[in-house]
């Protein structure tokens, strides 16, 4: 089996409601799209599809950065390679993770939907053989299917909500909207106005009830020195965890934080490569990892982190990228549902938070907060080509002669 083409594209996915935090407010989103063809021995195609959304206040990629870096070095570096065994290709793939990290997560997440469509597998069970052969350290070559016992699979997800910035009667219908669909858990995005955040603290504890989790996420927007004391005043409130309270650099800062504070210090923008992740739990630096998949390289990097954390003794979050549709949000519960259970999962808001979702999938999440793993090969998830069509932007160019056009034109021939 070989990759016999792939193809890059950007979409503008439009939001219901402006969503923000302390590092930007948005309405809408601009994801890359990437779809790649795999060709079998018998002459077989099998199509999948990824997306990742750069961030470049928290990796330094940008929308135009990203497709740089897809179109001049992963898509040469990946089309016509050829493979014998699904567990080979995929420990090809994990030696890509480590730079250029929402560039890449497209890149691969398009491939695994793909090999996994053309095993007849679901991805979380692809997954699942894979984490089993590489934790028995079997050589990729030797490996049949047969042969593997799989990890442990969950077929459920809980998710928690999260609140973003807003006026107090937003915060608290929304936060109603919550305890009604039945989350145990919801995550704050902080500030610098104390005040302010003292009382959606206290109007999150009031209507979330005394069993909920609440989280806190300040996004890098405090110092060490704001952080102490924010986190002894909103101490009544019983917060369970600090998401990233300082600047991501500011190491030293976290390791303080994590020996002084006895809420559970939260590494967010800290922790985008394995080397971070290494040094981090070397140094002692938080109490928890919040892994997202566009962030950190893609499924197969997220994995690895998962093992790092736990092997350390450190807590494990999963996180997601605001704006993202049910391509990235699947990938992520195939994640989820081999690594798991973690202490808290984010995302699937796809139906909620965008205004026209791109697959026509019934894929998000049931009250309670749950989110089931799909039953159908692949990402488990039907991609709507008419629709990546009517919101492939015009803004972005590729590097190559192919124009933006061509491109979404030639997704749903």
Same mark, same amino acid.
């Given at each position: 089996?070989?990759?016999?083409?792939?193809?890059? &594209?950007?979409?503008?996915?439009?939001?219901?409601?402006?969503?923000?935090?302390?590092?930007?407010?948005?309405?809408?989103?601009?994801?890359?799209?990437?779809?790649? =063809?795999?060709?079998?021995?018998?002459?077989?195609?099998?199509?999948? $599809?990824?997306?990742?959304?750069?961030?470049?206040?928290?990796?330094?990629?940008?929308?135009?950065?990203?497709?740089?870096?897809?179109?001049?070095?992963?898509?040469?570096?990946?089309?016509?390679?050829?493979?014998?065994?699904?567990?080979?290709?995929? =420990?090809?793939?994990?030696?890509?993770?480590?730079?250029?990290?929402?560039?890449?997560?497209?890149?691969?997440?398009?491939?695994?939907?793909?090999?996994?469509?053309?095993?007849?597998?679901?991805?979380? $069970?692809?997954?699942?053989?894979?984490?089993?052969?590489?934790?028995?350290?079997?050589?990729?070559?030797?490996?049949?299917?047969?042969?593997?016992?799989?990890?442990?699979?969950?077929?459920?997800?809980?998710?928690?909500?999260?609140?973003?910035?807003?006026?107090?009667?937003?915060?608290?219908?929304?936060?109603?909207?919550?305890?009604?669909?039945?989350?145990?858990?919801?995550?704050?995005?902080?500030?610098?106005?104390?005040?302010?955040? &003292?009382?959606?603290?206290?109007?999150?504890?009031?209507?979330?009830?005394?069993?909920?989790?609440? /989280? =806190?996420?300040?996004?890098?927007?405090?110092?060490?020195?704001?952080?102490?004391?924010?986190?002894?005043?909103? /101490?009544? $409130?019983?917060?369970?965890?600090?998401?990233?309270?300082?600047?991501?650099?500011?190491?030293?800062?976290?390791?303080?934080?994590?020996?002084?504070?006895?809420?559970?210090?939260?590494?967010?923008?800290?922790?985008? =490569?394995?080397?971070?992740?290494? &040094?981090?739990?070397?140094?002692?630096?938080?109490?928890?990892?919040?892994? /997202?998949?566009?962030?950190?390289?893609?499924?197969?990097?997220?994995?690895? &982190?998962?093992?790092?954390?736990?092997?350390?003794?450190?807590?494990?979050?999963?996180?997601?990228?605001?704006?993202?549709?049910?391509?990235?949000?699947?990938?992520?519960?195939?994640?989820?549902?081999?690594?798991?259970?973690?202490?808290?999962?984010?995302?699937?808001?796809?139906?909620?938070?965008?205004?026209?979702?791109?697959?026509?999938?019934?894929?998000?999440?049931?009250?309670?907060?749950?989110?089931?793993?799909?039953?159908?090969?692949?990402?488990?998830?039907?991609?709507?080509?008419?629709?990546?069509?009517?919101?492939?932007?015009?803004? $972005?160019?590729?590097?190559?002669?192919?124009?933006?056009?061509?491109?979404?034109?030639?997704?749903?021939?």
């Amino acid at each position: 089996m070989r990759i016999s083409n792939i193809e890059v &594209m950007v979409v503008n996915l439009p939001f219901r409601v402006t969503f923000g935090h302390n590092l930007a407010s948005r309405k809408s989103s601009s994801n890359i799209l990437v779809k790649t =063809t795999l060709e079998s021995d018998d002459k077989r195609t099998f199509i999948g $599809y990824g997306e990742s959304i750069p961030r470049d206040y928290v990796t330094g990629e940008t929308v135009q950065s990203a497709l740089k870096a897809i179109e001049t070095e992963f898509i040469l570096a990946m089309r016509d390679f050829q493979f014998e065994t699904p567990i080979q290709a995929l =420990t090809h793939l994990e030696s890509y993770s480590g730079e250029n990290n929402a560039a890449w997560c497209a890149v691969e997440i398009s491939i695994l939907d793909a090999l996994a469509k053309a095993s007849n597998l679901q991805l979380a $069970y692809l997954l699942s053989l894979y984490d089993s052969a590489r934790q028995a350290k079997m050589p990729s070559k030797e490996v049949k299917q047969t042969q593997i016992k799989t990890t442990s699979i969950q077929s459920v997800i809980d998710y928690g909500g999260v609140v973003p910035f807003g006026p107090p009667v937003a915060i608290a219908a929304l936060l109603l909207c919550y305890r009604a669909y039945g989350f145990k858990t919801v995550k704050l995005k902080m500030g610098r106005d104390f005040e302010r955040g &003292m009382f959606t603290l206290q109007m999150a504890r009031n209507i979330m009830g005394s069993e909920a989790i609440v /989280r =806190t996420d300040a996004n890098c927007g405090w110092t060490v020195e704001e952080t102490l004391y924010f986190a002894e005043k909103m /101490r009544k $409130y019983k917060v369970s965890s600090i998401e990233q309270p300082i600047d991501a650099e500011n190491i030293a800062g976290l390791q303080r934080l994590t020996a002084e504070v006895p809420e559970t210090i939260v590494a967010d923008e800290s922790l985008c =490569t394995l080397e971070q992740a290494k &040094m981090l739990i070397s140094t002692r630096a938080c109490d928890a990892f919040n892994i /997202r998949l566009s962030k950190v390289g893609g499924v197969l990097a997220s994995m690895q &982190m998962a093992d790092m954390a736990r092997q350390a003794g450190l807590g494990c979050l999963m996180g997601a990228q605001v704006g993202e549709s049910a391509i990235l949000s699947a990938a992520a519960r195939a994640f989820a549902a081999v690594k798991g259970p973690f202490d808290n999962c984010e995302g699937s808001f796809n139906k909620l938070l965008l205004h026209e979702d791109l697959s026509n999938t019934k894929f998000g999440i049931a009250p309670g907060g749950i989110g089931r793993l799909p039953t159908i090969p692949g990402l488990g998830v039907e991609v709507d080509e008419r629709k990546i069509k009517k919101y492939a932007s015009t803004q $972005y160019k590729t590097t190559s002669s192919t124009s933006q056009a061509q491109l979404a034109d030639s997704a749903i021939s």
